[in-house]
T-cell receptor, first 114, second 109 residues
Framework: DAMVIQNPRYQVTQFGKPVTLSCSQT?????MYWYQQKSSQAPKLLFHYYDKDFNNEADTPDNFQSRRPNTSFCFLDIRSPGLGDAAMYLC?????????????FGPGTRLTVT | QKEVEQNSGPLSVPEGAIASLNCTYS??????FFWYRQYSGKSPELIMFIYSNGDKEDGRFTAQLNKASQYVSLLIRDSQPSDSATYLC?????????FGSGTRLLVRP
């Protein structure tokens, strides 16, 4: 089945220790997104790639970086995690193109910062 | 700045009833709207999208869009306890989704 996969599902890191979250997709979608979601809040878009074009949200801290080495994979790097970065991180994909805006989410990675 | 407003709930309905979830938005030019269901601790799941004025039905779910009044609704017929979740309304803007804060639905057995 075509799908969006995130690894790991749960990640524990120490304050200030860099961490990388992974997302892969078998949908062959052009657009990949990273969201941060905290308890009882809506998902907050951090950035997205349309093909190789990177689009950062204005309020995304510099501590968050992303890489998309190919169509299938996208990574979220948190350079120096703080306690406030503990959240669920969601990867989503969309086909892109006019009239095709549906986004499909992976299962998420729950990040704990100790 | 596009905004999406939802009542946070909880909306409590008895099993078998129709649950009606509503969403209003600020940008009159918005064209594409989405409903996601999110169970506690899980990721959002797309259940409906609607691009045209009127109703769109899929099984027990009906999405309704009224662009003149700037609202979009989700009706869930024959509500089941398994429908208990948070329902997120979203609209599309420049290939991004703008989410509402979600309405929590509780279906009582």
């Amino acid at each position: 089945d075509a799908m969006v996969i995130q690894n790991p599902r749960y990640q524990v890191t120490q304050f200030g220790k860099p961490v990388t979250l992974s997302c892969s997709q078998t949908l062959n979608h052009n657009v990949m997104y990273w969201y941060q979601q905290k308890s009882s809040q809506a998902p907050k878009l951090l950035f997205h790639y349309y093909d190789k074009d990177f689009n950062n949200e204005a309020d995304t801290p510099d501590n968050f970086q992303s890489r998309r080495p190919n169509t299938s994979f996208c990574f979220l790097d948190i350079r120096s995690p703080g306690l406030g970065d503990a959240a669920m991180y969601l990867c989503a994909t969309s086909r892109g193109g006019t009239g095709s805006y549906e986004q499909y989410f992976g299962p998420g990675t729950r990040l704990t910062v100790t | 700045q596009k905004e999406v407003e939802q009542n946070s709930g909880p909306l409590s309905v008895p099993e078998g009833a129709i649950a009606s979830l509503n969403c209003t938005y600020s940008d009159r030019g918005s064209q594409s709207f989405f409903w996601y269901r999110q169970y506690s601790g899980k990721s959002p799941e797309l259940i409906m999208f609607i691009y045209s004025n009127g109703d769109k039905e899929d099984g027990r779910f009906t999405a309704q869009l009224n662009k003149a009044s700037q609202y979009v609704s989700l009706l869930i017929r024959d509500s089941q306890p398994s429908d208990s979740a948070t329902y997120l309304c979203a609209l599309e803007g420049s290939y991004k989704l703008i989410f509402g804060s979600g309405t929590r639905l509780l279906v009582r057995p």
